[in-house]
């Protein structure tokens, strides 16, 4: 090893330490007390019940707001459904995650898209015995919505429905977003 490369590792060294040297640990601890602030926490709650019917979901989501324009962030989501209205009886447990990001072209109208990866437990329940049909499932919703202060209420479709193997009853989907 020659002396010009030892040479320039040794300024290279020095430059780098002298640049982080100069780094202010105020701005630092300010730049993660900020990072929080631009943190919005919020989501939706979800339930239905009838004659021989029931659904609930809970689907909490934090976004970070990069500016007044653009959001994105991950959510989490649990539905529920029982139907005993049907032959047979059905039981759909579904749980995943999302990836949302959200565009405010104007303070009033809200952009959204939606990835969205759950796994479905379904079981019928037979007089004989039960049959169980689990599988994932993706969703690519795209939604306009009105908003006023933190609640925004729109609708949303899902792009990649499939009415043979789809939890939803509907590509198309009304939805009220709440966001703090």
Do not use: H
């Amino acid at each position: 090893m020659g002396f010009k490369p030892i040479l320039l590792f040794i300024l290279w060294s020095f430059f780098c330490f002298k640049s982080f040297g100069q780094i202010d640990l105020s701005s630092v601890q300010s730049s993660k007390k900020d990072f929080w602030e631009q943190v919005s926490f919020g989501g939706g709650l979800g339930l239905n019940f009838g004659n021989g019917y029931f659904s609930g979901g809970i689907s909490p989501s934090a976004v970070y707001n990069f500016n007044q324009y653009f959001s994105a962030g991950l959510g989490l989501t649990y539905n529920y459904l029982s139907d005993k209205r049907r032959i047979p009886d059905v039981r759909i447990s579904a749980y995943g995650a999302s990836i949302i990001t959200l565009f405010n072209p104007i303070r009033e109208i809200q952009l959204s898209a939606e990835l969205e990866g759950i796994q479905v437990d379904r079981t019928f329940l037979f007089t004989d015995g039960d049959v169980k049909d689990d599988f994932f499932q993706e969703a690519l919703f795209l939604g306009a919505g009105f908003r006023t202060g933190n609640i925004t209420i729109g609708a949303r479709y899902n792009v990649l429905y499939d009415k043979d193997r789809s939890i939803y009853g509907s590509a198309f989907l009304p939805f009220v977003r709440v966001f703090f």
